[in-house]
Structures are given as C-alpha cells and as structure tokens.
Nanobody, 124 residues
C-alpha cells in the first residue's frame, strides 16, 4: 500500500522559513516524479515544485522560484521542500504527490498518489 506522509507545516511569520517533508513508502518510486502542490481556501490546487527520483531534476512554479527548494533523500525515501522568505500568500495546505515521469508534472491529474496534506500559515 502506497503511503505519502507530509510533515513540517506550522505557523511562521512573513519572511521566515519552514521545511516540509514527504515520506514515501509502499512501492518503488524510481520512475516517478514527486511533486508539491498547495491549496488555499476557495482556490484550486496549485503546482509548487517537483523532483524526479531518477536524476534529481527539478521544476518550480513561477510564484516560488528563488524562494523554495525541493530536494530528495533516496536512502530515506523522503522529499523535502525548503521554503524561505515566506509571504502571507504562501499560506495553504501543502500536498505531496507522486506521478509517473511520463506525465506532465505540473498537472494535478498526472498524480497517482497523494498525501493527506500539511497546513502552512504565514502571519503578516
């Protein structure tokens, strides 16, 4: 049974930092991309970043480029999202997902598996 478990969310002041983790288990993810998405109340789920297990290549959404960094630890089967210079508009529930690398990773529909989400709140 595939399981993605996010952690690391919380309350932070604007300008601060948080690091989210996504622990993956239940199958081999070598042919998958791991993505982070976020969803604020009343809005659609938005692509944040993704990394490929195979070669570590990354891609970012325009709103987080230069502030967020996605990385992976193959030995721990864990993906991280380092979030710096946080803004109030970054507040959302952040979700980790897994999509085959053959699919376009910026689309929600590409993802086969999702975690339960972790809340990020940014105070101004």
């Amino acid at each position: 049974q595939v399981e993605l478990v996010e952690s690391g969310g919380g309350l932070v002041q604007a300008g601060g930092s948080l690091r989210l983790s996504c622990a993956a288990s239940g199958r081999t993810f070598s042919s998958y991309s791991m993505g982070w998405f976020r969803q604020a109340p009343g809005k659609e789920r938005e692509f944040v970043a993704r990394i490929r297990w195979s070669d570590g290549s990354t891609r970012y959404g325009d709103s987080v480029k230069g502030r967020f960094t996605i990385s992976r630890d193959n030995a721990k089967n864990t993906v991280y999202l380092q979030m710096n210079s946080l803004k109030p508009e970054d507040a959302a529930v952040y979700y980790c997902g897994a999509a085959p690398t053959s699919r376009i990773s910026i689309y929600v529909a590409s993802y086969d598996y999702w975690g339960q989400g972790t809340q990020v709140t940014v105070s101004s």
